[in-house]
Nanobody, 129 residues
Framework: QVQLVESGGGSVQPGGSLRLSCAASGFSLDAFNIGWFRQAPGKEREGVSCISTSGDSTYYAESVKGRFIISRDNAKNTVYLQMNGLKPEDTAIYYC??????????????????????WGQGTQVTVSS
């Protein structure tokens, strides 16, 4: 059974850092493009960052560019999202997602929700003073 589990969320003051992890079980992550999305209260889920199977292609939303870093360790079957310089507007539930269909064709990771087949349950990130 394919399962994604996020961890590393929590409460932090503005300017602080958190590192989110997305661990996979039941399958090997190295065949999947991985995306991080977030959803704030009352807002639609939005793309934050994504990374291709080999890690050589990444994408960042403008709102997080220069502050967040996505990486993957296929040996550990885990993808990370290092979040620095956190702002109150980063407060949201963060979800990781996995895409196999497009990855199989060699496509780069997508920033669109509909391109991902598997989703984790999410981890809460709260940035507040």
């Amino acid at each position: 059974q394919v399962q994604l589990v996020e961890s590393g969320g929590g409460s932090v003051q503005p300017g602080g850092s958190l590192r989110l992890s997305c661990a996979a079980s039941g399958f090997s992550l190295d065949a999947f493009n991985i995306g991080w999305f977030r959803q704030a209260p009352g807002k639609e889920r939005e793309g934050v960052s994504c990374i291709s199977t080999s890690g050589d292609s990444t994408y960042y939303a403008e709102s997080v560019k220069g502050r967040f870093i996505i990486s993957r360790d296929n040996a550990k079957n885990t993808v990370y999202l290092q979040m620095n310089g956190l702002k109150p507007e980063d407060t949201a539930i963060y979800y990781c997602s996995a895409d196999y269909r497009f990855a199989l064709s060699g496509a780069r990771a997508s920033r669109f929700l509909s391109d991902y087949e598997y989703w984790g349950q999410g981890t809460q990130v709260t940035v507040s003073s």
